[in-house]
């Protein structure tokens, strides 16, 4: 574990963060990289990652090859559109997100949660300016037992800090613990999770007539997120909008 840097000043912080760089010598949370800083990204990474920028399909996020502005739809969602109202997502999930993405996910990295969540709450401002509350995807408490960490609950906390915007990790439950998604086909995710979900009861008021952005790593085939909008939407929420770190554009990336 290493040690509060806040809690030392001036010289005593500095001796303090060199002999920390000597002991766990900071790694880019892109390629593994050796310096550079806390939760660097080495120069050579941003490159690498694939940022998602306009134009984008406006319910899902998709880049887009032409720009119609808000009225910009991908040909999926003009023929099945989302439950949520708009996603957005920072990156491209893809060989350069994948290794932050599961350091995030299965090795509880944090040292990349202050610029993530920077980069969502870029990816996200349209849908932040008009939001009242974070809520992240949540886990099923034995997944939370074994992993220790909701890297969801983390990302949420991090755009909470990038845009000021009210984050709260009480609201959504997971009320089955399903089987992972990976591997499974878009209808075989659908059936996993539905009913998944609930608003807990204590927290409907909370959740009745406020704008509310989910907060998730990645968006696969939108699943998992589907499911937890309906929740929110059943118990009152006025919109839904979805903002993770990366979605997966191309097909053979739907793995995760
Ligand atoms: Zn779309």
Redesign the pocket.
């Known amino acids: 574990m290493k040690p509060d840097m806040n809690q030392l000043h001036g010289p005593a912080k500095r001796a303090a963060a060199a002999l920390s760089e000597w002991i766990w010598p900071s790694r880019s949370i892109v390629s593994g990289e050796r310096g550079g800083g806390v939760g660097a990204v080495a120069p050579s990474d941003w490159a690498a990652l694939v940022f998602i920028d306009e134009p984008l399909?406006n319910?899902?996020g998709?880049p887009q090859d032409i720009d119609l502005g808000e009225q910009t739809?991908?040909p999926?969602?003009t023929a099945r559109p989302p439950r949520w109202k708009r996603a957005r997502a920072a990156l491209v999930y893809d060989d350069a997100s994948r290794r932050p993405v599961l350091d995030l996910k299965r090795a509880g990295r944090r040292d990349g949660l202050t610029a993530m969540g920077g980069w969502m709450a870029r990816a996200g401002r349209p849908l932040l300016a008009e939001a009242d509350l974070l809520v992240p995807v949540p886990l099923h408490y034995r997944r939370l037992v074994t992993r220790g960490h909701n890297q969801s609950g983390w990302l949420a906390a991090a755009v909470s800090r990038a845009s000021g915007v009210p984050a709260r990790m009480d609201i959504l439950r997971r009320i089955r613990s399903t089987p992972s998604q990976a591997g499974l086909a878009a209808r075989a995710r659908r059936r996993n999770v539905e009913g998944a979900f609930d608003v807990r009861r204590s927290r409907t008021k909370l959740v009745d007539g406020q704008r509310i952005v989910l907060v998730d790593d990645v968006l696969t085939t939108g699943a998992t997120l589907t499911a937890c909008t309906r929740a929110l939407t059943k118990a009152g929420a006025a919109s839904v909008d979805v903002l993770v770190l990366a979605r997966v554009v191309r097909a053979e990336d739907v793995t995760i």
């Open positions: 399909c319910l899902c998709r739809v991908c999926a969602c």
